[in-house]
C-alpha cells in the first residue's frame, strides 16, 4: 500500500513553455500533499504545501504564480510550471500524506519524481 | 522541528548489518523520528519511524535511546541495492504542519 505516482516521469520543455506534472495517491486517500524540488548533490527543498479544496502554502521564496499548484480531489495534485526557463530546471518529487491500516500515524509517502530540463 | 545530526557517508560490507546513527537532543516529546532513504535520481522511500519503543519492519529495525536523544536504523543484511542517502527526520505526526524538512543525510555505499 501507500503507493503515490507522478507523470511525467522526465519532461524537456522549451523556454517559456509551461509544464504541468500530477501527482496521484493511488490506495489511499490525501487531504494534503507537498511538492519539493531537489537540485544535483542537494537535499530536497519544500516549495508548497497543498491541502484539497484551498489554496496551496508557499515556502518563503518560492513564486506562486510561476508555481501554480492545484490539489482538486483527494486523490490528485497538480503542479505547473509556467513560462518556464533553465533555471527551473530539476527534479520535482511530490508527497502525499496518509495512513495506511497497518501504522498509527499519519506518514509521507513520496512519489518517483519529475525530472525537467528546460532548453 | 528539531534538527538531527548524521555522518555524512557510510561503507557496509554486503551481507553485514548496517548501522546508521542519528543524533537529535532537542527533540520534543511529541515528535517521531522518521527514516526514509533516496536511491539516485528516484523519491524518498518511507522505511520506519518511532516514538520512544524500538521498532521493527520488513525493512529496518530502529533502535531509539531511552532519554530519545539518538536513535539507530538498523539494516540486519545489507544488499547492493540499499546504497543510498538516508535521512533521519524528526517531527510531529500527521496534520499540514508536519511536513518533512530533509537534511544532508547519510549516504551509505554497500561494497561487495
Known amino acids: 500500500g501507500a503507493v503515490v505516482s507522478q507523470h511525467p516521469s522526465r519532461v524537456i520543455c522549451k523556454s517559456g513553455t509551461s509544464v504541468k506534472i500530477e501527482c496521484r495517491s493511488l490506495d489511499f486517500q490525501a487531504t494534503t500533499m507537498f511538492w519539493y524540488r531537489q537540485f544535483p548533490k542537494k537535499s530536497l527543498m519544500l516549495m508548497a504545501t497543498s491541502n484539497e479544496g484551498s489554496k496551496a502554502t508557499y515556502e518563503q521564496g518560492v513564486e506562486k504564480d510561476k508555481f501554480l499548484i492545484n490539489h482538486a480531489s483527494l486523490t490528485l495534485s497538480t503542479l505547473t510550471v509556467t513560462s518556464a526557463h533553465p533555471e527551473d530546471s530539476s527534479f520535482y518529487i511530490c508527497s502525499a500524506l496518509g495512513r495506511v491500516a497497518f501504522l498509527s500515524t499519519d506518514t509521507q509517502y513520496f512519489g518517483p519524481g519529475t525530472r525537467l530540463t528546460v532548453l | 522541528d528539531a534538527k538531527t545530526t548524521q555522518p555524512p557517508s557510510m561503507d557496509c560490507a554486503e551481507g553485514r548489518a548496517a548501522n546508521l546513527p542519528c543524533n537529535h537532543s532537542t527533540i520534543s516529546g511529541n515528535e517521531y523520528v522518521y527514516w526514509y532513504r533516496q536511491i539516485h535520481s528516484q523519491g524518498p522511500q518511507y522505511i520506519i519511524h518511532?516514538?520512544?519503543n524500538n521498532e521493527t519492519n520488513e525493512m529496518a529495525s530502529l533502535i531509539i535511546t531511552e532519554d530519545r536523544k539518538s536513535s539507530t536504523l538498523i539494516l540486519p543484511h545489507a544488499t547492493l541495492r540499499d546504497t543510498a542517502v538516508y535521512y533521519c527526520?524528526?517531527?510531529?505526526?500527521?496534520?499540514?504542519?508536519?511536513?518533512?524538512?530533509f537534511g544532508k543525510g547519510t549516504k551509505l555505499s554497500v561494497k561487495p
Open positions: 527526520i524528526v517531527r510531529v505526526a500527521g496534520g499540514s504542519q508536519g511536513n518533512l524538512i
Open positions: 518511532g516514538l520512544k
